[in-house]
């Protein structure tokens, strides 16, 4: 037992963080029970001495906070550990009562704490199905805690949940449990059989989901098999449960398994017995309660309704007035505003009839010529006006389409160059420290030519120590630059592993057509970040592929400087160039 000694001394170093002495906790736990697995009697003993030195005690306080952290791996690594520990631990006998009545009660408690802090995280289903999963190795290896798991409020919280997958572990959970240890049921009070009655045929009665049903059938069946004459008086507290499970259940591929639990329903004393007039009453007792609430509720709304009433028709008839008070401002406004225009009009055709009247008879029709002709002079400079404009903003807007049709092209053509540059370019070769092919005659060599020239060129202003310092320097740098493109290549390497998976996994993927929701799940990625742009990647194929023929190349859009509008650019890479109006290449899709 010297690695649970060495793994204590380990868990009570003070320099650890708690992150650290969790994985610390981990590996020993999982080294020391990998190492002893094929000896059963070592194994026992061993359990029993993690219990007594207080690891097992304290892997269960480090659930809770793992997860918080968010780290589900180690979560998942400690939960299942702890389980199989717990599973043929045989205590010693002053220290049996606390490890039956204190520590297999706080393992529950927390394992389903847990459980309910993630019913409401869908991403976590797999941590879910492995809390079951530990939970199932409990419950099988110790009977007397159906009756915590069935009464404690964690787990009712569970089975509130409106989650199918979180129903279905449930009902699972049980099913296998009870298939493992068919003792089991016979050894529980008949509050806990009871406790277990109504989650299995709440489920029934409120789930619409075909897994959820068959497994509550089955749970049934197997309550119905193990106990037997025992289940039929816990039975009559579920009246009506044949004509629910004929009328909803019916047809759904299970119809033996609900023939047989229908039969034993009806063949108990008393079922057969029940007539209609019972029903019937029972029915107006419900009908009676629920009228009195309604009416209870509605006068109690009354006097809400009627203030609230009140105060919508008030604000409806203000904002009414407002609105006639506004038209009417405004139908003066105009009114006063056409007087004023017809008294201007009338003044101006009294001052020139007291003008004409001026002038002598012979000059007026030629005064009336002149008035036409400048009066034509102004409608003709006002419509050259308006043509000008048009002709301008038509020029304008060609201008500036040609403007952008030579920016694409240019821009198209850079790219062309650009790529042509790059594929002449010979590739840099890599910055080793030595050189291929270098044999030890010619480095031999170098080595001689080198203090050849040293000899020659003496440095009178750097020493040997210094050239020799700078040359270790310079060797450490050459390391250190090595270190780091291994480091890369080997992130390379990593990448190109795992995106070989991902299309592997992509590639044996069942078709649509018979894909489930963990097939689909197991596509998710963990990471919000990565989910957001796969998103985002998806949303905007869906757009490219709803786009018509003329825009399905990769369109752009540019705002104009003094316009508030825009104007689709299409940017593509030609392979050719602009030659006599026409353009000589090829579209790159």
Not at 389 to 395: E, F, G, I
Not at 407 to 433: G, Y
Not at 465 to 483: A, F, G, I, N, W
């Amino acid at each position: 037992m010297e690695d649970v000694m060495k793994l204590r001394m380990k868990l009570d170093d003070e320099q650890l963080s708690s992150e650290q002495k969790v994985h610390v906790l981990i590996r020993g736990l999982d080294d020391t029970l990998n190492a002893w697995r094929a000896d059963g009697y070592v194994m026992t003993r061993l359990k029993t001495e993690l219990y007594e030195q207080g690891i097992l005690t304290h892997c269960v306080h480090s659930l809770y906070p793992t997860m918080q952290r968010g780290d589900w791996r180690a979560t998942v690594t400690l939960m299942q550990l702890t389980s199989s520990c717990c599973m043929g631990l045989e205590p010693l006998s002053e220290s049996a009562d606390s490890f039956y009545h204190v520590f297999l009660p706080s393992v529950v408690d927390t394992l389903l704490s847990l459980a309910a802090h993630l019913d409401k995280r869908a991403e976590c289903v797999s941590v879910f199905r492995c809390i079951m999963d530990s939970l199932h190795w409990l419950l099988s290896s110790h009977d007397t805690l159906c009756s915590q798991v069935l009464s404690s409020a964690h787990y009712k919280q569970l089975q509130n949940s409106d989650d199918v997958t979180v129903s279905l572990l449930c009902l699972r959970l049980w099913i296998n449990v009870i298939t493992a240890n068919r003792k089991l049921l016979s050894a529980q009070s008949d509050q806990s059989i009871l406790l277990l009655l109504n989650e299995a045929v709440g489920q029934l009665a409120l789930s619409e989901d075909k897994e959820v049903g068959g497994a509550s059938l089955r749970l049934l069946l197997l309550m119905t098999n193990q106990l037997g004459p025992r289940l039929r008086p816990l039975l009559l507290t579920f009246r009506g449960l044949d004509s629910l499970l004929d009328k909803d259940w019916r047809g759904q591929g299970f119809d033996q398994d609900l023939d047989q639990l229908i039969g034993f329903i009806q063949s108990e004393p008393g079922v057969r017995s029940q007539s209609l007039d019972s029903r019937v009453q029972a029915a107006c007792v419900i009908q009676a309660f629920w009228r009195s609430y309604q009416t209870r509720r509605r006068i109690k709304g009354l006097n809400k309704a009627v203030s609230s009433l009140q105060r919508r028709y008030r604000n409806v008839r203000l904002h009414r007035q407002q609105q006639e008070e506004a038209q009417r401002c405004e139908e003066e406004l105009r009114y006063q505003e056409c007087v004023r225009r017809q008294q201007e009009r009338r003044q101006f055709h009294m001052k020139k009839r007291d003008l004409l009247q001026l002038l002598p008879p012979d000059q007026v029709q030629s005064y009336l010529q002149q008035c036409e002709i400048r009066a034509a002079l102004i409608i003709q400079s006002c419509w050259r006006g308006v043509r000008a404009r048009r002709q301008y903003s038509v020029a304008l807007k060609e201008a500036r389409r040609r403007e952008v049709a030579a920016r694409t092209l240019q821009r198209a053509v850079r790219r062309f160059l650009q790529k042509c540059q790059a594929v002449k370019v010979p590739p840099l070769p890599p910055l080793w420290i030595g050189q291929e092919g270098l044999t030890d005659s010619r480095r031999a060599e170098l080595r001689q030519q080198v203090d050849e020239y040293i000899i020659k060129h003496p440095s009178s202003c750097v020493s040997m120590e210094e050239c020799v310092r700078l040359h270790d320097k310079v060797q450490k740098l050459l390391m250190e630059l090595q270190r780091e493109r291994r480091g890369d290549e080997q992130r390379v390497e990593q990448l190109l592993a795992h995106t070989h998976t991902q299309l592997d996994k992509l590639r044996d993927a069942p078709p649509l057509s018979v894909a489930t929701a963990t097939d689909a799940e197991s596509f998710l990625s963990p990471s919000v970040s990565i989910s957001a742009v796969a998103r985002q990647a998806h949303k905007a194929a869906l757009l490219a592929n709803q786009l018509p023929w003329w825009r399905s190349g990769d369109w752009v859009e540019q705002p104009h400087d003094s316009a508030h509008r825009q104007e689709l650019e299409l940017e593509v890479d030609f392979g050719g160039l602009y030659v006599g109006g026409a353009t000589v290449g090829i579209l790159k899709q």
